[in-house]
């Protein structure tokens, strides 16, 4: 994943977790329903 880069860009809280890495987490989750999808097509046209 890309997110080395991100995160020594960004502070880190007093809690360890960065305020855009909740944000990156969504676009990863969408990215992987979208392949789902993908996979799901590829079996009907077979």
């Known amino acids: 994943h ?3 880069p ?6 880190n809280n007093n809690n360890g977790w ?3 890495e909740p944000e990156e987490d969504l676009e ?3 990215e ?5 999808e993908e996979v799901e097509m590829d079996i009907e046209d077979g």
């Open 2 to 4: 890309g997110f080395a």
């Open 6 to 11: 991100v995160v020594l860009d960004i502070p």
């Open 18 to 20: 960065i305020e855009e």
């Open 28 to 30: 990863i989750e969408e």
């Open 32 to 36: 992987e329903e979208e392949e789902k």
